[in-house]
């Protein structure tokens, strides 16, 4: 049994992660601050004896040492996350995202934990490769365009976590998530599944933006958990970056006519151009499609559930 601290497990993907390291028979410290995280996400787990919950932010440094502490086993999945909150706040999204990975990797050295943490494709930017590689390029807009700085702020981490790595010999591994999608995603911010699927549900319009041809790969929830479990107790994959997603495209256009088809057929789709979605000085990544080669080489698995069963996972768990 390993001793576990999820940071930001009471968020979407951090609350399946915990379920999956209490039902493989470990114990769970969950640092949340419920910002984004929900506590009604840990609802089936909440009594568990192995689960401990701790409500606050992972900025309080003490805290931040409190959870450490007896630990095995760091994964750091806390942070300000989703486009449109980020744009919205981007003071928040640098505090947020950038010191307490270095705190808990300076108290990760002092206390030997295996830690995961939890970067995103948004880090490759808008590079117009036709699919993202781990050594490719990481291509940002200019920094007055703030959508960029949540991207910029993950890729600082991971250059930490590499630090922290060459320097003490720390047992980490970066996870670059590709649109992860599943039961107890919320559509306020952004995530464009849970949106067109409730817009579904209550009649429409789906709001496709610009023309819908930008493309996008959706996984699993429980499969990327099971890859980053997996991974976190890999020696091989120590001190390297993997993608983790599904790595089959679609249109966000061919993705709402899906839907549609199996909510309700009369719904109507409605292009909305990007400034209204967003505001002024948004771009838009048209492509953004992963290279799991060094995942499933790596684990020998990779997100794979086909789009259909996804989706009516999603319409099952919301209906
Ligand atoms: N999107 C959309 N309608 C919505 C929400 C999102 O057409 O109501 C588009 C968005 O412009 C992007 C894609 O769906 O091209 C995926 O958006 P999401 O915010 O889910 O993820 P990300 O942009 O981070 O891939």
Known sequence: MARCLVTGGAGFIGSHLTQKLLADGHQVTVLDNLSTGRSHNLSDVEDHENLTIMRGSITDPVLLAEAVQGTDEIYHLAAAVG?????????????????????????????????????????????????????????????????????????????????????????????????????????????????????????????????????????????????????????????????????????????AEEIIRRVDPSVEIQHIPYQQAYGDNFEDVNRRVPDVSRLRETIGMSPSMPLGHLLSDIIDAKR
């Open 83 to 255: 486009v449109k909150l980020v744009a919205e706040d981007p003071v928040r999204t640098i505090e947020t995202n950038i010191y307490p990975t270095d705190s808990l990797l300076r108290l990760a050295v002092q206390g030997g934990q295996r830690f995961y943490l939890a970067s995103t494709s948004e880090v490759y930017g808008k590079n117009v490769k036709s699919e993202w590689c781990e050594e490719d390029d990481l291509q940002f807009g200019p920094t007055s365009r703030p959508r960029w700085a949540y991207g910029c702020s993950k890729a600082i981490d991971e250059f930490l976590a590499l630090a922290y790595h060459q320097k003490y010999d720390l047992p980490i591994v970066i996870g670059r998530f590709f649109n992860v999608v599943g039961p107890r995603q919320v559509g306020n911010y952004g995530m464009v599944i849970p949106r067109f699927v409730d817009q579904a549900l209550a009649g429409g319009p789906v709001t496709v933006y610009d023309d819908g041809s930008q493309v996008r790969c959706f996984a699993h929830v429980r499969e990327v958990v099971d890859c980053v479990v997996k991974l976190t107790r890999t020696d091989d994959a120590l001190g390297k970056i993997f993608n983790i997603g599904s790595d089959q495209p679609i249109s966000m256009r061919e993705l």
